[in-house]
């Protein structure tokens, strides 16, 4: 069955940091891959996707991801973090056929000073 | 980019009462739209898919019969959520999948807060 998974369910960070948030995903093929953030009370805002082509994908907020099918990961980095980074980010699968989407669990970021 | 707006952004109703939200494609046509509800610090759980002219697919666990989803037109998509109790206070979040959508992409609305008393 397809899954996602985020390991991390709380990372706190120093403002000019890096960051690095895990997502691990099971999947039968080559998925579509997305990464979403979510301020508190507001909605979904796509940072970037990977469909296919080039693993390392760049997004917006300076964000990025690298695709690699041999550990099944896709995880999201940022050089230097700001304080309006913090945040609730989410992994998500898309099936190449069907609807079906899945969402991973979230990592919720904590920026400091 | 496609745009999806819900309406409204949040809303109180007393225990008993149904409340409609309504999830708009505003520069696409969206042949499949999603449901999905949110429980504070949690991912988002699909409720339903619900496709243009068809009868919406719930999820397991889903009762069709509290969550009456419409999907009259392709940029209209309603939920309502009828006899509201308490337990159905929610953050609940539309996506809409357009005709020419690349790749299974999704686009979602901001949300919409229910909050029953």
């Known amino acids: 069955a397809q899954s996602v998974t985020q390991p991390d369910i709380h990372i706190t960070v120093s403002e000019g940091a890096s960051l690095e948030l895990r997502c691990n995903y099971s999947?039968?093929?080559?998925?579509?891959l997305f990464w979403y953030v979510q301020s508190p009370g507001q909605g979904l805002q796509l940072l970037l996707k990977?469909?296919?082509?080039?693993?390392l994908v760049q997004g917006i907020k300076g964000f990025e991801a690298e695709f690699k099918r041999s550990q099944s990961s896709f995880n999201l980095r940022k050089p230097s973090v700001h304080w309006s980074d913090a945040a609730e980010y989410f992994c998500?699968?898309?099936?190449?056929?069907?609807?079906?989407?899945?969402f991973g669990t979230g990592t919720s970021l904590t920026v400091i000073p | 980019g496609a745009v999806v707006s819900q309406h409204p952004s949040r809303v109180i109703c007393k225990s008993g009462t149904s409340v409609k939200i309504e999830c708009r494609s505003l520069?696409?046509?969206?042949?499949?739209m999603f449901w999905y509800r949110q429980f504070p610090k949690q991912s988002l759980m699909l409720m339903a898919t619900?496709?243009?002219?068809?009868?919406?697919?719930?999820e397991q666990g889903v009762e069709k019969d509290k969550f009456l989803i419409n999907h009259a037109s392709l940029t209209l998509s309603t939920l309502t959520v009828t006899s509201a109790h308490p337990e159905d206070s929610s953050f609940y979040i539309c996506?809409?999948?357009?005709?020419?959508?690349?790749?299974?992409?999704?686009?979602f609305g901001p949300g919409t807060r229910l909050t029953v008393l």
């Open positions: 996506s809409a999948r357009g005709l020419a959508g690349p790749h299974n992409e999704q686009f």
């Open positions: 999947y039968g093929a080559t998925p579509y």
């Open positions: 990977y469909f296919s082509g080039d693993t």
């Open positions: 998500a699968v898309g099936e190449h056929t069907g609807n079906q989407f899945y």
């Open positions: 520069d696409f046509q969206a042949t499949t």
């Open positions: 619900s496709n243009e002219g068809s009868k919406a697919t719930y």
